[in-house]
Structure formats: structure tokens, C-alpha cells
């Protein structure tokens, strides 16, 4: 193989691309070495099991992938910008929007999503980590060697160009040819492991560890909502694993599952993509929903206005988002019947939603409400994300989706709906609990630019779209018509004020940690309702010393009325932990080499990775690591540390 | 959370670490059926679109396939046998029943390695059609998962007759008697639904 089959050339933005990340990546490796933190970071990081240092690792990942993905999206919007544009070739398009729709999906939307309820949840209901660490530390690092699987492909090798949908036979060995493709199939299947592992792992946590008589119907709502988004995961992710094998296998072995040859059906992969790919939409969203719950309740200082209806709402919406998958392509000849049946239970979906919303809206009605960065970015989510919803059951309407099919209108929708729901609720999660992970808040005079700059600049960036597709202005286009100049300028226009936005945010973390108030009670926004704001902050990495032998709905508040807390000295026992161990991350580093390995298609090699993997995994069954105990002296010291009280 | 562990009951159940892994492998069980659910939805759809490849009927045969099957039924049972020594407390029965359910599992392997064998020879390939993709990667994942049950089920025979019966090593033969048994039920419908319809339609 040639060297410049390996490394792509030839174009002048990824050889820029290529010596940023030479340069970021020197300039770590320096930093590391000259400060003599590599020990530190293999002991505290690398090497962890703790769910809150996996959690905020998540969190870094996604926020870079956000980084990725937001770069892509203004690549394509300056493109777009004006008629006749230059910026980026037709083939070199292709590749971005694909990379941008994967990116933002599967590396940033949900592993930002895991990551809060990584932290959260076991706080939430109680629990010392998660059932199974070592499972957990897997999961972590699947993720990120798929996401970082995926994201050299555009420097090594090729960048997949067949859309984050990946439809045969586009996508397949005939018409995609080289490794760009197997990038896709092999960085979401790395991904998908961990996923996976998580899904059960979290289900597990919520179903055994609870607190003392915490009962199902008192968990928090976003426990609930992580509970069920649990359901979807088990559920939808075998289905991707199989569809992403399968196309693995024709693309380097030849079979003929999605191929034009040998009777393949190019259909079977639309509609295995789809069903999990409709469910993966509820598994952002539905955390998302959880997370504005919470916020609501939190700065409406009021309890969430009607719980039971809002969990059942999210079981009838998990329930429902298996049985509509089918309205992605309702234009491809699938028959009047089928699709009225797709038709009319895509529109269905929009009840529990509705209801969703109006318990929101009673939560807030009559209310004193504290406007917060967090409760700005909750409140600005109801409305827009009304406007994708509304929009969505008008592409449900079968008949009516022959008109607005692969246009704008769509592009509009989905980020309407994605944007307004899981990108606003990930913003509003991390300020929200963000003194829980680091001990101190974000600035909220720099969160309110922040807000305001993204805020608008999404509704100027996607509003317009839904004009330009009604005029019949295509998706995946990277030439626009000049009839279509003004309103595509305006919607790039909005998009750099996303990257403001964006940029602002990130700003906001370096400012807060140099210049921020650190934290001296564990309740940060005073009006906590829940367990997770009754630990000290930052978290002992036990979590809780002890807790109330009962605990309810709004556990907090009637600990506060009873004057309990989470440190009764008197209840002190010896806490089990488990070890730091560094195998979960050479395991997945193995597995990472076999997927290169693949991608390329050096079978022997893969095969060498894949048996690695398999002796790793034989190792770790011999490991009979009991883990340790933390001794009530320590846990004595640390809570006092915490909470600010004097030694004896 | 020592405090949490029980005295009496099966070995695997004392421990809370034991009861998390339980429950946690039913659900990924859970997770299994779902795969192989979307394998069995993907060979129906594919279900003769054979090409120029020999027909299903022209190759599958009943007196192997009916061997295989009893093959794997009675390694199910002598799979639970060794669950139920491993309950009464002895080491040398359960070590005794599990050596015999993986002579089964292999003998099984190599009646189904010598199937595939056969077929490559008669011309239907992973890529000779759809239907024969969907033929082989439905019963391969079945054989693979058989595989690696068995590499498992060696590991664990070690520990066992290393460490004896613990709450640690019990939970982990319960937990691949589980996996066992679950195969199992696949198979069940692999035969049926591939082998005995293959044949009559």
C-alpha cells in the first residue's frame, strides 16, 4: 500500500486539519511531560471506575465531538451562503454532512446524555456507583475509541460519504469503495458496545440499588427518564449491531444482504437502520426531557406538576417510538395502507409529548421562578421545541410527506427538535449540576451570553429552512440556486451565531474554574428537591456516608424538614469500593486496533486484535479483585472536610 | 455491602454482587433475543432469493440436523444436571456434568463446521445469495456464540477446581448455564424455523 492511499491528500482543508492535530496533540504530550502528570493521569483518570470521573470524561468527549460536529455544520452553511460557492467540492461535501450527522448523533448527543446520568443517577437514588464499575469503565472507553475510530478517517484513509443513514447500495462495496465506509461501520459498532453495556448496566443500578424504601414512583424524573431510555437501548442497539455486521460482511466478505447482485435487498438496510434509528431519537431525547423536569422544578421552586402522568407519558412514548419507524421512507413505495398504519402512529406520539408539555407549563403557572443560565435554557426549550413537534406531524401526514421529503423542511424539523430538546438540555444539565461535578458554578453573566447568542442564532440559522424547503430547495445539495441566496445567507448568518454561542460556553468553563466561588454546602441552587444535592460537593467518591432510612419523593426536601443529612455520624460504617483498574482501557484499546485493522481490511491482522481481546477478557475472569474499604476515620475526615466542619 | 449479603439460599444468591450479576445477565439475554430476533426477520425477508445457488431443500438434510438437535437438547440437560450438583454443594459433580455438556457442545461444532464444509463444496456460499448470507450468518452467530460459550465454560472449570465452590465461581456457573440453556432455545428455532422449513417448502 502507498502512502498516500493511507493518508488522505490533495486537499488543502484537511492538510490544515492534519497539522492541527499534530500540533494539539504535541502540544498535550508536552504539557504532560513538562508538569509530570502522566502518573496522575493513568491513576486518576485512565485507570478509574468511579462513575463521576467516567461521567465528566463522557462530557469532555462529547464536548469536543460537539467541537467536530459544529465545525462540519459551518463548513456546509458557508458553502451554502451564497450561490455559485467554492468552498468545498462536491465529494468533500458529501463527506462533511455524513460526518456532521454521525458525530453529532451517536459521538456527542447521547454520550453527552450518558455522561449526566453517569454522574446523576446513582446520586439521584442513593447508590455508592453504579452495579457493575468495571462494566461501566468498558462502556467509557468503547465509546471513545469508536469516536476517535471514526473521527481520523478524515485524515487517514477517507472520510464514509453515504450520509449518517448509510442507505445501500450507495453505501455499499460497489458504489463506496475504499475504507470510508467501513470507518462508519466499525467506529458505530465499536460504540455501540458500550452503549449497550451501559443500558444494562444503569438498569441494573435503578432496578437493585436504590436507597432504603425508595419506592419506583418516588425517583426522580430524570432516574425515570434514564430508566426508560434504558428500555429503548436494549432493545434498539442489537438491531444496529446486526445491520452494521451485516453491511461489515458484505462490504469485506462478499455476501449479498444489501447488495443489487445475488437478490440482496438495498430496502433491508432502510429499514433495519430505522428501527433503531427511530428509537435512538427518543434515546436523546427522552434523558433531555427528564433533565428540563428536574430544572423546572428546581427554579419554579415548586413540585413537578403531575409526576405520574409525566412518567407514564415517557413509557407510552418509548413504547410508541418502535412502531413508526417506517415514516422515514414513506416515499418509497411501501403501499397506501402501510403508511396511513405508520402515518397515524408517528401522530400519535405528539399526545403523551403534548401532555409532557402542559405539565411543564402547570409546573411554571403561578410560580416564582428564578431565571437562571439553567432555567433559561428550560424555558426557551418549551417553545421551540414546540415548533419541531408541531412541524414533525406534519411530515407525518404521509400524503403530505411526498411534498416535504429530502427537503429543507425536514433538515429544519430534525434540529428543531434535536437542537431545542437534547442540545438545549445538555447545555442545561451541565450548568445545572455542574457544582455538583467540579465544586464550583459557572459564571451565570457569561452563561446568559452564551444562551443569548445560541439561542437566537438557532432561530435565525433554522427558521428560514423551513421556508427555503417549502420552496423546494433539496437536502445534500452543495450548490444552491440563486433564487434561494437570501434566506440560506441569513440561515448561515444564525449559524455562526451558534459557534458564538458555543464558543462563549467554552469560555465560561476556563473563566468559572479560574474566578468562580467554590462551594460550600452540596445543595448549590439552595432549592434542590433530590438526593444528588444532599451530598457534600465535590462528591466524596463514595457519594453518601449514610443515608435516611426512608426516603420519598423530594427525598431532600424531607431530610431538610426532619433536619437529617447524609452524615450521621452515629450510622457510620466501613464503605466497599472497588479498585482502580487499567484493563477496561487496554481491552477496548486492543478491540480499537482489530476495528483499524478491519477497516483497511487486513483480516489477519483483525483477527490477531479480536484474539487479544478475547485473552484480556480471559484475564480479567481470573481477577478475583475484591476491591477495598474505606475506613470511618477517612470517611469522618472527608465529610468534614466537605461540609466545612471543625475537627474535634 | 457486606450488610446486604444473606445466609442461606443458593451459593449465588448470597452475595448483592451475585444478585447485580443475575439480574443484569437476564437482561442482556434480553438483549440477545433481540439480535437473534432481527437474524430470524432478516433471513424470512431474504427467505429464497437463492440466485443461481442450490435451493435450501436440495442441501439440508434430516438425519444431521436431527442429530445436531439432540445433540445440543441433551447438552442443555446435563447442563442443568451440573447446575443441580453445583445447589447440592458438590464440586466433583458439577466439574463431572459440565466436562460432559462441552464434549456435546464440540461434538456439535464439528457436526455443524463439517454442514458448512459441505455446503461451500455444493456451491452455496456466503456469497453465492442473499438467502445463503442470511443462512450462514444466522446459524454461524449461533455456532460462534456456542464457540464462545465453550472457551467460557473452560475458564470457569478452571476456577472452580482452583478456588472450589465460592459465591464468586457459583454465580459465574449459574450465570453461564443461563447463557447455555438460552442457546438452547435458539437452536430450537433455527431448526425448526430454517432446517424443517427449509426442507418441506
Request: proline share 4%; hydrophobic share 55%; net charge neutral.
Amino acid at each position: 500500500m502507498q502512502l498516500d492511499e493511507f493518508f488522505v491528500t490533495g486537499e488543502p482543508l484537511i492538510y490544515g486539519g492534519m497539522v492541527a492535530i499534530a500540533l494539539v496533540t504535541s502540544a498535550i504530550l508536552f504539557i504532560l511531560t513538562y508538569f509530570k502528570k502522566w502518573n496522575w493521569l493513568w491513576r486518576e483518570w485512565l485507570t478509574t471506575v468511579d462513575h463521576k470521573k467516567i461521567g465528566i470524561m463522557y462530557i469532555l468527549s462529547a464536548l469536543a465531538m460537539l467541537f467536530r460536529g459544529g465545525m462540519d455544520a459551518l463548513m456546509m452553511r458557508v458553502q451554502l451562503a451564497f450561490p455559485g460557492m467554492n468552498f468545498l467540492n462536491a465529494q468533500h461535501y458529501d463527506e462533511v454532512f455524513t460526518t456532521h450527522g454521525t458525530v453529532m448523533i451517536i459521538f456527542m448527543a447521547m454520550p453527552f446524555l450518558i455522561g449526566l446520568m453517569n454522574i446523576i443517577v446513582p446520586l439521584q437514588i442513593g447508590a455508592r456507583d453504579f452495579a457493575f464499575p468495571f462494566v461501566n469503565a468498558i462502556s467509557f472507553w468503547s465509546f471513545f475509541f469508536g469516536a476517535m475510530l471514526f473521527n481520523i478517517s478524515f485524515v487517514i484513509g477517507g472520510s464514509p460519504d453515504a450520509g449518517w443513514t448509510s442507505y445501500t447500495p450507495l453505501a455499499g462495496a460497489a458504489m463506496s469503495p475504499g475504507p470510508g465506509q467501513n470507518f462508519y461501520l466499525l467506529g458505530l459498532q465499536l460504540a455501540g458496545i458500550g452503549t449497550l453495556a451501559t443500558g444494562i448496566n444503569l438498569m441494573v443500578t435503578i432496578l437493585k440499588m436504590r436507597a432504603p424504601s425508595m419506592k419506583m414512583f418516588h425517583m426522580p424524573i430524570f432516574t425515570w427518564s434514564s430508566f426508560i431510555t434504558c428500555f429503548i437501548i436494549i432493545f434498539a442497539f442489537p438491531i444496529l449491531t446486526v445491520a452494521l455486521a451485516l453491511m461489515t460482511i458484505d462490504r469485506i466478505f462478499g455476501s449479498q444482504f444489501f447488495t443489487l447482485t445475488g437478490e440482496g435487498l438495498p430496502m433491508m438496510w432502510t429499514n433495519l437502520f430505522w428501527m433503531w434509528g427511530h428509537p435512538e431519537v427518543y434515546i436523546v431525547i427522552l434523558p433531555a426531557f427528564g433533565i428540563f423536569s428536574e430544572i423546572i422544578a428546581t427554579f419554579a421552586k415548586k413540585r413537578l406538576f403531575g409526576y405520574s402522568a409525566m412518567v407514564w407519558s415517557i413509557v407510552l412514548i418509548a413504547g410508541l417510538s418502535f412502531l413508526v419507524w417506517v415514516h422515514h421512507f414513506f416515499t418509497m413505495g411501501a403501499g397506501a395502507f402501510v403508511n396511513s398504519v405508520f402515518s397515524i402512529s408517528t401522530m400519535l406520539i405528539a399526545v403523551p409529548t403534548g401532555v409532557k408539555i402542559f405539565n411543564w407549563l402547570g409546573t411554571l403557572y403561578k410560580s416564582k421562578i428564578e431565571f437562571s443560565v439553567a432555567m433559561l435554557w428550560s424555558l426557551a426549550f418549551i417553545p421551540s421545541f414546540v415548533i419541531g413537534g408541531v412541524t414533525g406531524v406534519m411530515l407525518g401526514m404521509a400524503a403530505a410527506d411526498f411534498q416535504f421529503h429530502n427537503s429543507y423542511f425536514l433538515v429544519a424539523h430534525f434540529h428543531y427538535v434535536l437542537i431545542a430538546g437534547t442540545v438545549f438540555a445538555c447545555f442545561a444539565g451541565l450548568v445545572y449540576w455542574y457544582p455538583k461535578m467540579f465544586g464550583h458554578k459557572l459564571n451565570e453573566r457569561i452563561g446568559k451570553w452564551s444562551f443569548w447568542f445560541f439561542l437566537i442564532g438557532f432561530h435565525v440559522c433554522f427558521f428560514p429552512q423551513f421556508f427555503i424547503g417549502l420552496d423546494g430547495m433539496p437536502r445534500r445539495i452543495f450548490y444552491i440556486a440563486p433564487e434561494w441566496f437570501t434566506l440560506n445567507f441569513i440561515s448561515t448568518i444564525g449559524a455562526f451565531g451558534m459557534g458564538v454561542g458555543f464558543a462563549i460556553f467554552v469560555y465560561n468553563i476556563y473563566y468559572s474554574f479560574r474566578y468562580s466561588e467554590r462551594e460550600t454546602t452540596g445543595d448549590a441552587w439552595n432549592n434542590g428537591r433530590t438526593l444528588e444535592w444532599a451530598t457534600a460537593a465535590p462528591v466524596p467518591h463514595y457519594n453518601f456516608a449514610t443515608l435516611p432510612d426512608k426516603v420519598g419523593y423530594d427525598a431532600l426536601l424531607d431530610m431538610k424538614e426532619k433536619g437529617e443529612t447524609t452524615f450521621d455520624e452515629s450510622k457510620l460504617e466501613p464503605i466497599h469500593m472497588p479498585n482502580n483498574t487499567g484493563k477496561p482501557i487496554i481491552m477496548m484499546g486492543i478491540l480499537a486496533f482489530a476495528s483499524f485493522a478491519l477497516v483497511f481490511e487486513w483480516v489477519t491482522l483483525a483477527a490477531i486484535g479480536l484474539i487479544g481481546t478475547i485473552i484480556m477478557m480471559g484475564i480479567r475472569s481470573f481477577d478475583y479483585d475484591d476491591g477495598h474499604y474505606v475506613s470511618v476515620d477517612e470517611i469522618k475526615r472527608t465529610e468534614r472536610a466537605a461540609r466545612g466542619l471543625n475537627d474535634e | 455491602m457486606s450488610e446486604q449479603d444473606i445466609k442461606s439460599g443458593p451459593l449465588e444468591y448470597r452475595t448483592e454482587n451475585g444478585r447485580l450479576a443475575v439480574l443484569g445477565f437476564w437482561i442482556f439475554l434480553a438483549a440477545e433475543i433481540a439480535l437473534f430476533s432481527t437474524l430470524f426477520a432478516t433471513y424470512a425477508v431474504l427467505y429464497g432469493r437463492t440466485a443461481d445457488a442450490p435451493l435450501p431443500g436440495e442441501l439440508f438434510e434430516p438425519t444431521g440436523t436431527l442429530i445436531m438437535t439432540f445433540i445440543l437438547l441433551t447438552s442443555s440437560f446435563t447442563c442443568g444436571i451440573a447446575i443441580h450438583e453445583m445447589r447440592r454443594g458438590s464440586k466433583k459433580g458439577l466439574i463431572t456434568w459440565l466436562i460432559i455438556t462441552l464434549v456435546l457442545g464440540l461434538s456439535f461444532l464439528g457436526f455443524e463446521i463439517q454442514e458448512f464444509i459441505h455446503y461451500t463444496h455444493e456451491g452455496a456460499t456466503i456469497q453465492s445469495s442473499a438467502y445463503w448470507s442470511a443462512f450462514f450468518v444466522l446459524a454461524g452467530t449461533h455456532g460462534l456464540h456456542v464457540t464462545l460459550g465453550i472457551g467460557w465454560a473452560i475458564l470457569l472449570l478452571i476456577q472452580v477446581m482452583k478456588r472450589g465452590l465460592t459465591p464468586v465461581t457459583s454465580r459465574k456457573v449459574f450465570i453461564i448455564g443461563l447463557y447455555w440453556h438460552f442457546l438452547d432455545v435458539v437452536w430450537i428455532f433455527i431448526f425448526t424455523g430454517v432446517y424443517l422449513l427449509g426442507m418441506v417448502m
